[in-house]
């Protein structure tokens, strides 16, 4: 993927936007954002007023880029509120700190329990996580959030008969469907929206509809799917890379220790509950994002880790409380590094600042100027499509707001495609290719916490996603042809 965004920069000349602060009302409140100016594109050009193609070179000093410093500048971009740099933290804490759970033996405690009171109903627990997520995804954007929730699941469905992919379908893939689906999230509902000039959460009915169509749609493919590799647990994509939890869980059960259930297993599963729902709380309440995110289920592991060495679960002591938050991380390093190189392809490309000469610019503005002179239907479905390629490049949900909004906004009216369709087209486009794309940070953190590869999520993922896919075309067309 970085070579191919390589080859790029030697084909396509830089562009570069202007931008403009705009104000919108988000809850009541006034805010301001910067946006682009509309009709404000130009191509970088040479003293001879050539457009400029500048490929990149295979190593660069000074802090500049090459084809071959990705890796580090990918790793280091952005800050502790998102892009690189802070997820991969988010990620080596939150590993570490369910490396202290994972050593008290609680959860695999709680598992062997669990399926031995579910009595074969927990074949239900499928469709109900998946709801859940989804509505996580709708209500408060979740999307990194999942990430700790995987590392519980993962074994839990594993040992229930299903496969690392079922893990991934309802934890993550559930909450990009809610994402795409939401009629209130802040990070890309709300700020369409408002680039738009569109009243903020306006829609919420049409959108509710979908979101209740799409989360069952979703859910009974899962469903199906998870049946199936439940009959024939071969048949699953991950069915080798799955062995190393189903290896562990024999060794949980054959073990006296992992067997036994007692008041200390209770009490560190009761604090994983709590650091739940304080996660939940902090988020909807307070706004509470990555840094406080990870600093919360670091409190969890702290107090798990007291927990275990009191009531010496699994033979823990409190120096253990050290050692397995550092083997908790270490095993989650291939997934902060996933994370760093994909960012890295973004900044290959020239980042994604529109007032920076980049490759992306002149994309955006290529793409978008082939949607004229089309019919309103057809233009909705092009902008959707749009969008969903797009999502290739920029993946954040507020980042591709600002980026494309304040051009497919104007030229919806020019279209005769409603604004608030043009938002709709935004969101489906964002939410949905995250489920594929290589570039999403989060995506290939959660296929690393399953021990997935991403080439193998793609031979299962395609068909899934073609229905989504095809189902979100219907609704944009529904949406247009309604004046919505």
């Not at 006034?30 to 682009?36: D, F, N, Q």
């Not at 291939?334 to 020239?350: E, K, R, T, Y």
Request: charge should be neutral; aromatic fraction near 12%; charged fraction near 15%.
């Amino acid at each position: 993927m970085v070579c191919l965004a390589a080859v790029l920069t030697y084909m396509i000349p830089q562009g570069i936007y202007e931008t403009e602060d705009i104000t919108y009302l988000e809850d009541g409140v006034e805010k301001t954002r910067t946006v682009i100016r509309e009709g404000s594109f130009r191509y970088v050009t040479d003293d001879a007023g050539r457009p400029v193609k500048q490929g990149i070179g295979l190593f660069a000093a000074g802090g500049r880029m090459g084809l071959f410093n990705y890796l580090f500048e990918g790793m280091v971009s952005g800050d502790k509120w998102g892009s690189a740099v802070g997820i991969i933290a988010f990620i080596l804490v939150i590993g570490g700190a369910f490396g202290i759970v994972l050593r008290t033996g609680a959860v695999e405690a709680g598992i062997l329990h669990m399926i031995r009171k579910t009595d074969g109903k927990e074949k239900y627990l499928i469709p109900v996580l998946f709801i859940l997520f989804s509505l996580g995804g709708a209500v408060f954007g979740m999307g990194e959030e999942a990430l700790p929730f995987l590392m519980i699941l993962v074994p839990i469905v594993i040992a229930m008969g299903y496969d690392g992919v079922t893990a991934v379908l309802i934890t993550y893939v559930a909450t990009q469907i809610g994402f795409g689906t939401s009629w209130m999230n802040p990070f890309s509902v709300a700020i369409a929206q408002g680039i738009a000039g569109v009243p903020v959460f306006s829609g919420a009915g049409f959108r509710i509809g979908l979101w209740i169509f799409f989360t069952a749609l979703g859910a009974a493919m899962t469903v199906l799917y998870a049946s199936k590799i439940r009959k024939r647990p071969s048949l699953s994509v991950s069915y080798a890379s799955d062995a190393y939890f189903r290896e562990d869980m024999e060794r949980k059960k054959s073990s006296d220790d992992a067997v036994s259930f007692g008041i200390g297993h209770v009490l560190v599963l009761l604090t994983l509950l709590a650091g739940m729902v304080w996660v939940v709380w902090g988020v909807m309440k307070s706004g509470y994002y990555i840094p406080e995110i990870a600093t919360q289920f670091f409190i969890m592991g702290l107090v798990s880790g007291v927990i275990g060495a009191v009531f010496r679960l699994n033979g823990m002591r409190f120096n253990d409380i050290a050692s397995s938050f550092r083997q908790g991380a270490s095993d989650l390093v291939s997934a902060a590094i996933i994370v760093g190189m994909a960012q890295g392809i973004m900044l290959v490309l020239g980042g994604s600042s529109p007032t920076e000469p980049t490759v992306l610019n002149t994309i955006l503005h290529g793409i978008s100027n082939a949607f004229l002179g089309l019919s309103g239907a057809a233009a909705a479905v092009l902008m959707y499509l749009f969008q969903s390629v797009f999502n290739f490049f920029v993946v954040s949900g507020s980042g591709q707001a600002a980026l494309t909004m304040p051009i497919m906004a104007p030229m919806a009216d020019l279209l005769g495609v409603s604004r608030q369709t043009a938002v709709l087209a935004f969101q489906l486009g964002d939410a949905f290719t995250n489920l594929i794309v290589p570039t999403s940070g989060t995506l290939m953190g959660s296929l690393a916490v399953a021990r997935i590869d991403w080439s193998r999520w793609v031979r299962f993922m395609w068909k899934y996603l073609g229905i989504l896919v095809l189902c979100a075309a219907a609704a944009i067309l529904l949406a247009s042809l309604t004046g919505f």
